[in-house]
């Protein structure tokens, strides 16, 4: 089956670790991003990356950092920088023609809580 | 600037009630409306595309609509499985760069 995984599920972090998100797509999708979502607000980007080894932050990047070594995986790093941290991340991954808009696919989410 | 905005943010339908939810966007180009559903501590599930105005798909109980300011997530005698968060997203042109609306938390009685 084509589709996102997303692992760990549920994620402890103590105060001044990093973590690190994984996500893995095997739909042959060339952007794959990274959102945060925290209750009653929309999906927030905090990188993409339309091919590998190209990544691009979005508006609310600091704090965190990616890599895209490989066209599957597109690793979120939680570091100790990013002060409130405590959400639920998205990832995602579409297509990236021209022309017309791309859906984006969804993973299941990774809920990261700081003790 | 950019904007999406989802009305209402919350409603609750008796079982059979037919009702209607709002996206309305303001984007310098459109490439896309994307609508999704969300369950509670899940990801978003990819529902419709609509890419211009009077582009209308129907979905089982659903139907997007789409004028030049906004789109309708139309439900036709809804379910209680149908209770969830829908998400109305936009691509705008020259981006690969998404924005989402806040989302309308729909609960459907028995």
């Known amino acids: 089956d084509g589709g996102i995984t997303q692992s760990p599920k549920y994620l402890f972090r103590k105060e001044g670790q990093n973590v690190t998100l994984s996500c893995e797509q095997n739909?042959?999708?060339?952007?794959m991003y990274w959102y945060r979502q925290d209750p009653g607000q929309g999906l927030r980007l905090i990188y993409y990356?339309?091919?590998?080894?190209?990544?691009q932050k979005g508006d609310i990047a600091e704090g965190y950092s990616v890599s895209r070594e490989k066209k599957e995986s597109f690793p979120l790093t939680v570091t100790s920088a990013q002060k409130n941290p405590t959400a639920f991340y998205l990832c995602?991954?579409?297509?990236?023609?021209?022309?017309?808009?791309?859906?984006?696919?969804f993973g299941p989410g990774t809920r990261l809580t700081v003790l | 600037e950019d904007q999406v905005t989802q009305s209402p943010e919350a409603l609750r339908l008796q079982e059979g009630e037919s009702s209607s939810l709002n996206c309305s966007y303001t984007?310098?180009?459109?490439?896309?409306l994307f609508w999704y559903r969300q369950d509670p501590g899940k990801g978003p599930e990819f529902l419709f595309t609509?890419?211009?105005a009077g582009e209308e798909k129907e979905k089982e109980r659903l139907k997007a609509t789409l004028t030049k300011k906004e789109s309708f997530l139309h439900i036709t005698a809804p379910k209680p499985e149908d209770s969830a968060t829908y998400l109305c997203?936009?691509?705008?042109?020259?981006?690969?760069?998404?924005?989402f609306g806040t989302g309308t938390r729909l609960k459907v009685l028995a």
């Open positions: 995602a991954s579409s297509t990236t023609g021209v022309g017309s808009g791309n859906e984006q696919f």
């Open positions: 739909l042959n999708h060339d952007a």
């Open positions: 990356s339309q091919i590998v080894n190209d990544f």
């Open positions: 984007v310098s180009g459109l490439r896309g």
């Open positions: 609509l890419y211009s």
């Open positions: 997203a936009v691509q705008a042109s020259g981006t690969y760069k998404y924005i």
